[in-house]
């Protein structure tokens, strides 16, 4: 499967923050999602493993209650329900890959 990027428009789905689904198949699924400075996603959990690459930006991320700041080029793997939530700290960028595939979020 190939996916042009300015074939796929960008959704928002809160405040302040959009996503575009880059590309899925089998049981992997690629998210970008871009957040506005201060944008928040609370504490959440799901199932699904996720992997987080900051692409653009800065973000305060809390991931089973400790808090660190991720910048561009830092990662972090999201082990299935585990509490985790996400902070940018300026206009930013991350991409999220999830196994399963995240069906919510399409």
Do not use: W
């Not at 928002?12 to 871009?34: A, C, Q, R, W, Y």
């Not at 201060?38 to 692409?55: D, M, P, T, W």
């Not at 991931?63 to 660190?68: A, F, I, M, S």
């Not at 300026?90 to 999220?96: A, Q």
């Amino acid at each position: 499967m190939i996916i042009k990027s300015n074939e796929v428009k960008l959704k928002n789905i809160d405040d302040g923050i959009s996503k575009k689904v880059i590309s899925h198949g089998g049981s992997l699924m690629g998210v970008e999602f871009h957040f506005l400075r201060g944008a928040v996603k609370g504490i959440h959990f799901h199932k699904n493993e996720q992997l987080s690459y900051i692409l653009k930006g800065s973000f305060e991320v809390q991931l089973e209650g400790k808090k660190e700041i991720l910048r561009v080029g830092d990662s972090c793997y999201v082990k299935s329900n585990a509490s985790h939530g996400i902070l940018a700290l300026e206009d930013s960028i991350v991409l999220n890959v999830f196994t399963p595939q995240v069906n919510a979020i399409y």
